[in-house]
């Protein structure tokens, strides 16, 4: 498969060009089967193949930068990561949600080196190159230097070209030409929904973002949060009887049921069904009213993933209601990856029952929260040997609930069990279907 | 010597940042930032930094200095010295008068 070498931003050249690289892609069909439920380990662990999801896995799909909550007054700045490349969202003077990338036009260095917080220009400490908050470049000490044809005008920030918001999710895509983020969603909106939309006021931040390092590729902990309840009671079976104040874990949190979500465009979402699920923590069972609930979001979603569940928004963006925690799973290389993790609230929520949802996030799945722990060792661990020339060889199972996805008339899109991977062999369809696509930013070798 | 131009109210500038006067107001050859120090005190300094041609209206104000908000070199507030690299020279500084709550600026006037 043949592809265009050129970077992928219409910015001038000049006489450069890259020389071609013939056959540059892999073909990964062969590396996954979703049919038939076997994955090879060489997903997590080939250079060629973590670079080319950059260009197609990462390059032309939405991916999450900020919760509005993060952006009150022009100037209001963040600064996260689209796959490997180095993003500031920020409200311009219009007050617009844009994203730039962080980096200088003249020799490329990141021109805002902070997490966030509020400005007028974006510097480059490197000489000091100045843009404003539309990106525009604004200043260019010793501009006399430069020839009658340096126009500032060539040389502003490179921008995202389309950002767009999900109830107060801000997301991001490099693709110019994208299918609306709302229709990439499809059903999986009805189920993030059920975290985001409680009532009319919205969600909010509380407190900052945390950001921890793993040694593990980025797939596996989006893939677990897409489809992986099978994992609860072996692996957080110590967390779980902490919870049961050291005596046995009650009958209905060992013994759950429920469905899956599975959808097309890989996202996914697992949640027990039961009629009286509640939040866990105190405070925020007490304040909420299911009854209020019921009538906004309808039976189906209170009795099932409003509360506890997990999700993926593919590729790299998961979710926990219970507790609500958002996250993204920054990639670093095949073999590592930094997750950044939000707690967000109902804005309608009094000043104490954040805080206890708060803690009881910080307890369970912050960076040492318990059950947190448990899941980042797992994903170190299937990383550390992954390896090896034989183990890497050996193809992985992703069987559970073959066949048993339909549509049944309660949730949108087809569900499986609880207990299945439908989620992640489709996850994983997605990735194979995007791998093997070229993107916006080569050639069709049609 | 003038009475002084009435500019702005204080309230017009809340501390820690500045608000641009117009030369065409002032008479001067350039506009004139007026600054309002964390301390309460206003402060009037030529706005366009001579180093990279910003305006010190829209820097950051604080403890006695102003820093641009371009390239972060910072001017002292009382004569407008520049306190450190990458500009070179001094900002002119302009006598500022509140009473009851008005800024009175005279325009060419040492402070």
Not at chain 1, 39 to 66: C, G, H, K, N
Not at chain 1, 232 to 237: C, G, I, L, R
Not at chain 2, 74 to 94: M, N, S
Request: charge should be negative.
């Amino acid at each position: 498969m043949s592809s265009s070498t050129e970077p992928v931003t219409a910015t001038p050249r000049g006489a450069l060009r890259r020389p071609a690289e013939p056959a540059r892609n892999v073909d990964v069909a062969g590396l996954v089967d979703a049919e038939g439920g076997l994955l090879d380990r060489a997903v997590f662990t080939d250079e060629r193949i973590y670079r080319q999801e950059m260009r197609r896995i990462f390059a032309p799909s939405w991916l999450f930068l900020a919760h509005a909550d993060q952006f009150h007054r022009p100037g209001d700045f963040f600064t996260t990561w689209m796959g490997e490349d180095p993003v500031i969202v920020t409200m311009d003077k219009g007050r617009r949600i844009r994203a730039y990338l962080n980096s200088c036009r003249h020799r490329g260095a990141r021109v805002c080196r902070a997490d966030f917080g509020t400005t007028r220009n974006f510097t480059c400490t490197y000489h000091g190159w100045s843009f404003n908050l539309e990106g525009d470049l604004v200043s260019v000490p010793n501009r006399e230097g430069y020839p009658e044809t340096f126009d500032t005008a060539q040389w502003g920030l490179v921008e995202v070209p389309h950002v767009a918001t999900y109830h107060g999710l801000i997301f991001g895509t490099w693709n110019p030409s994208p299918v609306p983020l709302r229709a990439s969603l499809g059903d999986m909106a009805w189920y993030m929904d059920a975290m985001l939309d409680h009532d009319a006021h919205g969600t909010v931040v509380v407190g900052g973002v945390h950001k921890w390092v793993l040694e593990g590729n980025w797939k596996l902990a989006a893939e677990q949060f897409a489809t992986d309840w099978y994992h609860v009671n072996m692996s957080h079976a110590s967390a779980l009887t902490v919870l049961a104040n050291g005596g046995k874990p009650k009958q209905e949190i060992v013994h759950r049921t429920g469905r899956q979500y599975v959808d097309p465009n890989g996202h996914g979402a697992g949640f027990p069904v039961h009629p009286r699920n509640r939040f866990d923590a105190q405070a925020v069972h007490d304040w909420t009213d299911y009854a209020a609930l019921r009538e906004r979001l309808g039976d189906a979603r209170v009795e099932g993933p409003l509360t506890n569940g997990h999700a993926t928004v593919f590729p790299n963006f998961s979710y926990l209601p219970v507790n609500g925690s958002i996250r993204i799973w920054h990639p670093k290389g095949p073999d590592r990856m930094e997750v950044w993790a939000w707690t967000i609230v109902d804005a309608s929520m009094p000043e104490e029952v954040r805080e206890a949802q708060r803690l009881y996030n910080l307890r369970t799945f912050g960076p040492s929260g318990v059950f947190e722990q448990d899941d980042g060792e797992n994903w170190s661990e299937v990383q550390a040997i992954a390896r090896g020339f034989v183990t890497n060889s050996v193809a992985l199972n992703y069987q559970m609930g073959m066949g048993s996805e339909r549509e049944d008339g309660r949730y949108p899109g087809k569900t499986s069990e609880l207990y299945s991977d439908a989620a992640g062999r489709s996850f994983y369809a997605r990735w194979r279907q995007l791998m093997n696509t070229p993107a916006w930013h080569e050639e069709d070798p049609a | 010597m003038s009475a002084g131009i009435r500019v702005a109210a204080v309230a017009d500038i809340p501390e820690g940042e500045g608000l641009k006067i117009d030369r065409s107001l002032t008479g001067t050859d350039d506009h004139i930032a007026l600054l309002h120090d964390t301390d309460g005190s206003i402060w009037a300094l030529d706005d366009t930094c001579l180093h990279g041609d910003a305006s010190l209206s829209e820097g950051w104000v604080e403890d006695g200095c102003v820093e641009c908000p371009l390239h972060t070199s910072k001017f002292c507030l009382k004569d407008g010295k520049v306190q450190g690299l990458p500009a070179t020279e001094d900002q002119r500084p302009h006598r500022v008068e509140v009473r009851d709550g008005e800024v009175y600026l005279f325009p060419g006037e040492a402070p």
